[in-house]
């Protein structure tokens, strides 16, 4: 994206035809591993991703997709040199509240693809038009079809981005934010950088940074949660120290085989979601097609993997600047939390309130790290009730 400084313009995903004539000879030409089938136990299904791919090469309409994605009002911008990509849809109601939604790893905005409606229009779907919300979805610098990140650390700049983009560029002097995974992360940036425009904050997880720095005094609680968060890297977490140390190696791979990259991409979402192993009870095939289409038509999967980088590389410099910045701010603006069963993580309410300001503490009976693909719903009425205080 070349934009000037202050241009909002409309955009409409519109993927070239050769990029899609590319992707099917690669899939028709798939060299498949030849490694004993261990069934999911080892990773991906290596039956599955033969039928998943089959799928994707005889069945699947990217067309039919795009089309249903620009119904969708979608815009970029440009700001501190980074092109931004957003869906702004509009509330339908007497006074819709500015919400900006964030979504995580391994996926896009279009994680709040059934949400956004919910919404915008509650009152379509049983609710109350008063609760609508005018709701913002930016891609993550390095997801979807925002620009690459232009130099290292970015990530510790994207919740100034969100603010600008969100008071200098959309014009709302107060908004409320939602996130889980990054986005979790990102909206705490928002929370204690920005709390001057931050209304309040709904969270899916505690953002994962904090438990790198353990407290002294921790609750038997919280030890639980520490031991809980040792053995899921043990057993989970290896994609998470790859990303983290040799995403370089990893990235070429992933950006070059449509196998290889559905493979990496859906086994975490069949091991994250609320599916007891059978990932296609939570998501239709296409939906996890659409998915892993947006990071190959955009080669994103490897500045996807920038953040945990980021974070796992920060020197002392960073680090302590992001302490400033925090101390600058605020951590009162007034935070709830929606925790899902079938989630990574299942920390205790006493760990979220050492870093935020907890009012709301609700443990919903379903769902897992995509809470809003697979319980949009559940996750929509929460956050209506949450920022009905606010408005």
């Not at 290596?46 to 009002?73: M, V």
Request: glycine share 8%; with cysteine; hydrophobic share 40%.
């Amino acid at each position: 994206m070349k934009l000037s400084a202050t241009v909002i313009e409309p955009y409409t995903i519109d993927v070239p035809e050769s990029i899609l004539n590319d992707l099917y000879k690669r899939l028709e030409n798939t060299r498949w591993s030849q490694s004993p089938h261990l069934g999911w136990d080892a990773g991906m299904d290596a039956s599955y991703l033969r039928e998943f791919c089959d799928y994707w090469r005889e069945g699947y309409n990217w067309r039919s997709a795009e089309e249903k994605l620009n119904q969708l009002p979608h815009f970029q911008t440009e700001i501190d040199g980074i092109g931004i990509h957003f869906v702004h849809e509009r509330g339908k109601g007497p006074a819709p509240f500015p919400l900006i939604l964030t979504h995580g790893y391994p996926d896009s905005f279009y994680r709040f693809v059934k949400l956004i409606p919910l919404l915008t229009d509650p009152a379509a779907f049983g609710g109350r038009a008063e609760d609508a919300f005018d709701v913002v979805v930016p891609d993550i610098p390095g997801y979807g079809f925002s620009d690459k990140p232009n130099k290292r650390g970015s990530t510790f700049a994207v919740g100034d981005l969100w603010a600008h983009l969100m008071t200098e560029r959309l014009g709302y002097e107060r908004f409320g934010a939602h996130g889980g995974d990054w986005g979790g992360t990102i909206t705490e940036q928002l929370a204690k950088q920005h709390s001057g425009s931050v209304i309040a904050i709904h969270l899916t997880d505690v953002p994962f940074g904090h438990i790198l720095r353990k407290p002294d005094d921790p609750s038997p609680a919280e030890q639980k949660l520490f031991k809980k968060n040792e053995e899921w890297i043990q057993k989970e977490g290896a994609y998470a120290l790859i990303q983290s140390t040799k995403p370089q190696s990893l990235a070429p791979g992933l950006n070059d085989s449509p196998s290889g990259l559905a493979a990496w991409i859906v086994e975490k979402f069949r091991a994250w979601s609320d599916c007891g192993g059978d990932v296609e009870s939570r998501f239709t095939r296409d939906e996890l097609l659409t998915n892993v289409m947006i990071y190959w038509v955009t080669q994103s999967i490897g500045t996807s993997f920038l953040a945990y980088f980021d974070y796992a590389n920060a020197g002392a410099m960073t680090w302590m600047s992001q302490g400033l910045k925090n101390w600058a701010g605020s951590s009162t603006v007034p935070a709830a939390f929606a925790l899902f069963p079938a989630d990574i993580g299942h920390p205790p309410r006493e760990w979220a309130e050492r870093f935020f300001n907890v009012q709301r503490w609700i443990e919903m009976p379903r769902g897992g790290h995509f809470a809003a693909m697979e319980e949009p719903e559940l996750l929509a009425e929460d956050l209506r009730e949450w920022f009905r205080h606010f408005r």
